[in-house]
């Protein structure tokens, strides 16, 4: 079983549409929770932190449920740049434990 | 431009070649990782630096793969002998490590075509 599991998708939807993913890790010690975004044949770059409080950031919303280890990322009223790969990534701190750990990532293509 | 930068972006090499990939981090960032994406999946961890210390290799990777981060600034990633399965995207990406992880950044990555 991997460490960090996505549902690969791919999530297609229309522009306007809410749309939400998943992910779901198995190491309890996992400390610090991340969604990336990767275009194609891009690097990932940093979407946003997930706090364990939930955070929002314009359109998007992280939650993350400790007890159930899954984070989730909504995103509303889709727009067509928003089409991408989401990838969680999760981490824990201090240490010599800093490695990111990646899911296989979400694909989502937003059509008009 | 003061982002990770890499060099090579694309490698193309026979079968059996060694070949050798640069990462220059983000100047003062403590911390730097190499990572190996195919296509359809994310990006799987191959090792990481704190500054020049090697704190872990992924045990998927074999003794072919060595890195070296020699005076904590930029990186090496080696391949000897390659084989067609090394075919992938290399990425590297630096951070400022410590108690509380800070956002990764990565660079544009390295393609290597195993032929």
């Known amino acids: 079983r991997k460490e960090v599991e996505q549902d690969p998708g791919p999530f297609n939807v229309p522009e306007g549409a809410t749309v939400a993913f998943n992910c779901t890790y198995s190491?309890?010690?996992?400390?610090?929770f991340f969604w990336y975004r990767q275009d194609c044949r891009k690097e990932p770059k940093l979407l946003m932190s997930?706090?364990?409080s939930g955070n929002e950031d314009g359109r998007f919303t992280a939650q993350l449920n400790r007890a159930s280890q899954y984070i989730s990322l909504l995103i509303r009223d889709s727009k067509l740049s928003d089409s991408a790969t989401y990838l969680c990534?999760?981490?824990?701190?201090?240490?010599?434990?800093?490695?990111?750990?990646f899911g296989q990532g979400t694909t989502l293509q937003v059509k008009p | 431009d003061t982002g990770v930068s890499q060099d090579p972006r694309h490698k193309i090499t026979k079968r059996g070649q060694n070949v050798t990939f640069r990462c220059d981090p983000i100047?003062?960032?403590?911390?730097l990782y190499w990572y190996r994406q195919t296509l359809g999946q994310g990006p799987e961890f191959l090792t990481y630096?704190?500054?020049?210390?090697?704190?872990?290799k992924s045990r998927l990777l074999s003794d072919r793969f060595s890195a070296e981060r020699p005076k904590g600034s930029f990186s090496t990633l080696e391949i000897q002998r390659t084989e067609q399965g090394d075919s992938a995207m290399y990425l590297c990406?630096?951070?400022?490590?410590?108690?509380?992880?800070?956002?990764?950044?990565f660079g544009q990555g390295t393609r290597l075509t195993v032929v």
């Open positions: 990406a630096s951070s400022l490590g410590g108690n509380k992880n800070t956002e990764a950044f």
């Open positions: 190491n309890s010690a996992s400390q610090s």
């Open positions: 997930v706090y364990s």
């Open positions: 990534v999760v981490t824990r701190l201090g240490g010599n434990t800093g490695k990111l750990i």
């Open positions: 100047s003062e960032h403590n911390r």
């Open positions: 630096f704190q500054n020049e210390a090697q704190l872990e």
